[in-house]
C-alpha cells in the first residue's frame, strides 16, 4: 500500500501542528516529521538519502553566506549604538511637531530595521531608547507603545530583511530581487503608520504635546552622527537593486565597512568582538537548524503531492484569483496569531507557494506577501510577540492598553495588505524597472 498520497501529506502538517503546541522547537518539529514522513511514504533508506542531500545542498549554497554576514553587520552596529543614533537624529529633525516623537520613533524603527532585520530586536531596541523620552515628554502610553510596536515590524520588510534571506533559500527565489521588491512595500508601510500618527495627534492633540525645537545645529549634528551609517545602508540596498553586487558580496562589503564604522568611532574591543561573534553564530545555527528543517519538510510535502493537490482544487473551484488571495490571507493571520513569523513562513511556505503560482502570481511577491503577513502576526492578538517585548521595557504599562495603542496601526497594516493583493505592482514594478 502506498502512502505517497495529499491525505499522508495533511496527517504530516496536523502532526506539525501538534508537536509546535507541545512546545517542539521549529526546526526540529519540522525535520522530525519530514523524515519520519519520508520513511512512512518512501522508505528508510530513500529517505535518509534525500534527508541527506539535502542537508548537504543547504550547506554548501553560495547565498546561505549571507544571512551570518547580515547579522555580523547588525550586532557591529549594534555596538556602535545606532539606535540612539538613529532616533536622536529623527527627533532632532521632526520632534517640535505634534506627534514628531512618535514619527522619530517609526523613522527609528526603519533605520534601525534595515541595519537589524529582525522585528523583535528592533521593536525591543528602538524601545529601550524612544518609550522613556515619549512618556517623559506627555506623550500617551497608548500611543507611545504601540507605535513602536508596529513600528518594530518594518524590521522584517525593509532590506536586508533575514525573513527575506530565509524565504529565498526556501523558495530558491532570488535574494537581491526580494529585497528590491521589498523597498516599496516597506517605505509604504512606514508612511501609513506616520499617517495614522497624525490622523490620531489631529483628532486627538492632548496624545502627543508638543517639544521644542532643536537649532539646526544641533539637527546638523544629530545627522553627522549617522551619516556614514546611512551611506552604508544606502549603498549596501542600492548596490543589490542596481546589480552592482550580489547579496552576498554586498553582506560581506557591509559586515566589514560596519567593522571599520565601530573602529572609526572607538567601538572595537575584544570583549564587543566576542559578543558579536558570538551572537552571530548563535543566531546563525538557530535559524540554518530550521532552514534544513523547512527544506526536509517541503520534501515530504512535495512528494505526498499535498501541495499540488491543493493547488488543483484551487485552480478548479473557480473562484478567481483576488478572492482565493484574500482566503489565504486570512489563512495566514489566523495562523500569525498562534504561531511565530518565522513558524509561519516555514509551515506555509511549502504548501501555499504552488497555490499561488498556479494562480499566475509570482514568487517574489507572494515572499513579500507572506513576510507582510508575519509582521501583522507580530501585533496581532493574542500572541503579538512585539507588544509582550514593549511591556517587557514598559513594565507598568499594562498590556490591554498596548493593545489598545497598536490597533489603529494594525487597521492600516490589514488596509496595507489588501492593497499588496490588489496592486501586486508594489511589489513586482520596482525589480521590473531595474531589469532584474
Not at 514628531?100 to 517609526?106: N, R
Not at 549617522?226 to 553582506?251: K, T, Y
Not at 525589480?431 to 532584474?436: A, C, E, H, Y
Amino acid at each position: 500500500m502506498s502512502y505517497a498520497n495529499p491525505e499522508s501529506g495533511a496527517l504530516g502538517v496536523l502532526v506539525l501542528f501538534a508537536l509546535l503546541l507541545f512546545g517542539v522547537p521549529i526546526g526540529a518539529a519540522l525535520g522530525l516529521v519530514g523524515i519520519v514522513g519520508l520513511v512512512i511514504v518512501l522508505g528508510a533508506e530513500p529517505a535518509l538519502i534525500k534527508a541527506g542531500v539535502t542537508v548537504i545542498e543547504t550547506l554548501t549554497r553560495y547565498e546561505l553566506g549571507t544571512l551570518p554576514l547580515f547579522i555580523l553587520m547588525a550586532q557591529l552596529f549594534f555596538s556602535s549604538n545606532a539606535s540612539r543614533d538613529l532616533f536622536d537624529m529623527a527627533a532632532k529633525m521632526v520632534g517640535h511637531r505634534r506627534g514628531g516623537l512618535a514619527y522619530a520613533a517609526v523613522g527609528g524603527c526603519a533605520g534601525f530595521g534595515a541595519i537589524n532585520g529582525s522585528s523583535l530586536a528592533t521593536a525591543a531596541t528602538i524601545g529601550m531608547v524612544a518609550l522613556p523620552e515619549m512618556r517623559q515628554r506627555g506623550y500617551s502610553d497608548a500611543l507611545a507603545t504601540g507605535t513602536v510596536a508596529a513600528g518594530g515590524t518594518l524590521g522584517q520588510m525593509i532590506p536586508p530583511s533575514g525573513a527575506l534571506i530565509v524565504f529565498g533559500i526556501i523558495a530558491e527565489q532570488s535574494i537581491g530581487r526580494l529585497f528590491t521588491a521589498a523597498i516599496i512595500p516597506g517605505l509604504t508601510q512606514a508612511l501609513s503608520y506616520v499617517a495614522v500618527i497624525w490622523l490620531l495627534v489631529r483628532f486627538r492633540p492632548s496624545l502627543a504635546p508638543r517639544s521644542e525645537r532643536a537649532s539646526w545645529r544641533d539637527r546638523l549634528q544629530a545627522l553627522g552622527r549617522v551619516a556614514d551609517m546611512l551611506l552604508l545602508i544606502a549603498f549596501v540596498i542600492g548596490g543589490i537593486a542596481l546589480g552592482w553586487m550580489s547579496p552576498s558580496e554586498a553582506a560581506a562589503f557591509g559586515a566589514a565597512s560596519a567593522l571599520a564604522l565601530a573602529a572609526w568611532r572607538g567601538r572595537i574591543s575584544r570583549s564587543m568582538l566576542f559578543t558579536a561573534f558570538e551572537e552571530t553564530l548563535r543566531t546563525s545555527g538557530l535559524i540554518l537548524l530550521v532552514i534544513i528543517g523547512a527544506l526536509i519538510f517541503s520534501v515530504f510535502v512535495s512528494v505526498t503531492g499535498l501541495a499540488d493537490g491543493l493547488g488543483a482544487s484551487v485552480a478548479n473551484s473557480g473562484w478567481g484569483t483576488i478572492p482565493t488571495l484574500l482566503l489565504i490571507a486570512v489563512l495566514l493571520l489566523a495562523l500569525g496569531s498562534v504561531l511565530d513569523g518565522l513558524a509561519l513562513m516555514l509551515l506555509t511556505t511549502p504548501i501555499l507557494l504552488p497555490i499561488v503560482t498556479e494562480l499566475g502570481m509570482s514568487p517574489i511577491w507572494f515572499g513579500i506577501f507572506i513576510c507582510r503577513a508575519m509582521e501583522i502576526g507580530f501585533v496581532h492578538p493574542p500572541l503579538g510577540m512585539n507588544l509582550f517585548v514593549i511591556q517587557g521595557v514598559a513594565k507598568d504599562v499594562p498590556i490591554s492598553r498596548i493593545f489598545k495603542g497598536v490597533m489603529p496601526f494594525l487597521a492600516s497594516d490589514l488596509v496595507h495588505l489588501v492593497c499588496l493583493i490588489l496592486f501586486p505592482a508594489m511589489a513586482l514594478w520596482l525589480p521590473q524597472w531595474l531589469g532584474q
